[in-house]
């Protein structure tokens, strides 16, 4: 009887342990105590469907976030694209390439310029998902007729609002207290937040429309989107998933043709705006940006 105790006693002290050894590999301890760690995973992706993975509902609540240029929507040529916005960011402004006033200059192209879906069923695949979607690009606010436009041409349906207000937000959000104001707006399912942080605003959005959710799901072209999101949710305690999209190749520097073709289409543009409206080229000229 007493060597029964003793091996009862030693499972009992093994199954102890190794709940508690389980229990470990699961929770960290931070300033507050303890806490339940959390899933925070990047994976390279070349399809939007690869979304539909990480789906699973031991996630619990999940919202779904899509970047728009160059994930759901790009562009048939280089000056303006997405990709030409990236190379325009690494220039110096004694570059002969570089251009003043990047969002104003791509302002113009998204009132005139037609996108293309970046797969051939990309609309389906996103249309379909029955969780909460949220389409979140660094656009400004102010370029969101055309965007909306090319969106629905390319058949995608808007998302639904989160919080079932139709009427959306706009308002002007400071990274800290003594930083400028940036525009930014949240309607029809579109968050534009003006090339800033996107995980921060994330957050801030979902905290004005009082809106929890355990797991976020981004995809995005961006790796330093898809990090800025990585980062934000986790201080904040959220899954995530963030799917780095990589369908559509963008060579940096861009090659000698693609950047005499951007060079030809920038002069062309001068050349319109200087028979047709002067005074905005002359705006754009001296470096006024209002985008």
Known sequence: MKSNNKLYRALTVSVLAMALAACSARQTVNDQGLSHSIVSEIVPSKNLSDVG????????RTLVVFDIDDTLLTSDRFFGSDHWYRWQSTLDSSDPSYVPCKFDVNAINYETETFKKTEAHSD?????????????????P???GPTLRELKNAG????LPLNGDPNGLMYRWQVKPDAAELPVSYADGV???????K?????????KL????????LIDDSAGNIAAMRDALKAAG????????????????PDQGLIAEANAAWQGLQNYLAQNFPRRLEQLRQNQCFY
């Open 210 to 217: 009082k809106l929890d959710y355990d797991h976020v799901i």
């Open 238 to 253: 959220i899954n995530y998933h963030g799917l780095h999209y990589t369908r559509i190749e963008k060579q940096q520097p």
């Open 142 to 144: 102010y370029s969101r």
């Open 124 to 140: 389906d695949t996103v249309n379909s998902l029955g969780a909460d979607k949220l389409f979140l690009t660094a656009r400004s």
């Open 199 to 207: 995980g921060l605003l994330l957050l801030d959005l979902l905290a």
């Open 53 to 60: 993975n990480y789906l699973a509902p031991e996630f619990g």
């Open 156 to 159: 995608y349906a808007l998302p």
């Open 191 to 197: 968050f534009m937040v003006s090339g800033r942080n």
